[in-house]
């Protein structure tokens, strides 16, 4: 038997839980490998000063007091997310409702000639200044101002509905800390 052959044995050995057989195995390879020898005398050093040790008895109560904050803790976080998943989805679907009336706005202000009067507001001021009223028009239907107006009321739930989503997280992590749970 190897070194390595014998290394998963030595605590078996040690501890008295091998057969005959190994037993015989472990002691015919421990008459010629001081390693060994020496990592089977160290472990029996250490048990021998656990076993001198001290013992504490748990508290009778112990297992009943972790198994009551166990389940107060996860009926905190029960409620946190009973709570905080809907306002996380509420902001996850504005935030994707943001995005879309984003590129719909791009798509409106290229399509309805939005980047032509910005163009032609560069190039040929006086023009737009010359008529006023006709350079307003053409701003207003240019630009996507519905799709704007919408996507800034997306933003503001989805800013509103992520903080309240985060201040649930937050309140039940302080209930959790506090122990209040």
């Given amino acids: 038997m190897t070194c390595q052959d014998i290394g998963s044995l030595l605590d078996l050995y040690v501890e008295g839980e091998l057969d005959v057989t190994k037993v015989a195995e472990v002691e015919m390879h421990l008459d010629t490998c001081g390693a060994c020898r020496r990592r089977v005398t160290g472990w029996r050093q250490m048990s021998d000063v656990l076993t001198m040790l001290p013992t504490e008895r748990p508290a009778p109560d112990l297992a009943a007091r972790i198994l009551a904050r166990v389940a107060a803790e996860t009926a905190v ?3 946190s997310l009973r709570h905080t998943l809907p306002a ?3 902001a996850l679907a ?3 409702m943001v995005i879309w009336l984003g590129v719909e706005s791009l798509t409106v202000l290229q399509e309805g000639g939005g980047l032509e009067f910005v163009a032609l507001f560069t190039t040929q001021p006086e023009m737009l200044l010359a008529y006023p009223a006709e350079a307003l028009a053409a701003l207003v239907e ?3 101002v519905v799709e704007f107006l919408l996507m800034l009321t997306a933003l503001g ?4 509905l992520a903080q309240h989503a985060l ?3 937050s309140a039940g992590h302080g209930m959790h800390m506090n122990g209040r749970a």
């Fill in 77 to 79: 976080w029960r409620v």
């Fill in 88 to 90: 996380a989805l509420g």
């Fill in 94 to 96: 504005a935030a994707l």
């Fill in 142 to 144: 240019a630009l996507p």
């Fill in 157 to 160: 739930a989805a800013l509103f």
């Fill in 167 to 169: 201040a649930q997280v």
